[in-house]
């Protein structure tokens, strides 16, 4: 079993930058492919960005390609999403998921996740 805990969440000017952490716990976090979703009011569950657990370069959706950088440091258990350049439409609550039976082709697929955090909520004001 893993748990997730997302932070970092807050409210900033458009133009602005977060940075997202993701803390993994009960479980070897190297062996994960891992995930940032986001999820605005009234809308889906959206696809951000994935680290693959062999490593490799990572994956970014069409909307925050170039300003979003995801990274993972294995020794700290820890996923991260380091946001530039917000813009309004960013806003929603992100969410980090996990899963060791991920392949590439599914990565954007939230039902392909076994874990997901809380959440952390991210609010970008014109």
């Known amino acids: 079993q893993v748990q997730l805990v997302e932070s970092g969440g807050g409210l900033v000017q458009a133009g602005g930058s977060l940075r997202l952490s993701c803390v993994a716990s009960?479980?070897?976090?190297?062996?994960?492919?891992v995930g940032w979703f986001r999820q605005a009011p009234g809308k889906e569950r959206e696809f951000v960005a994935y680290?693959?657990?062999?490593?490799?370069?990572?994956a970014y959706s069409d909307s925050v390609k170039g300003r979003f950088t995801i990274s993972r440091d294995n020794a700290k258990s820890t996923l991260y999403l380091q946001m530039d350049n917000l813009e309004p439409e960013d806003t929603a609550v992100y969410y980090c998921?996990?899963?060791?039976?991920?392949?590439?082709?599914?990565?954007?697929?939230?039902?392909?996740?076994?874990?997901w955090g809380q959440g952390t909520r991210v609010t970008v004001s014109s």
């Open positions: 680290s693959h657990r062999s490593g490799g370069a990572p």
């Open positions: 009960g479980a070897t976090f190297r062996n994960y492919g």
């Open positions: 998921g996990a899963s060791d039976r991920i392949i590439w082709s599914s990565m954007a697929n939230a039902g392909q996740y076994l874990y």
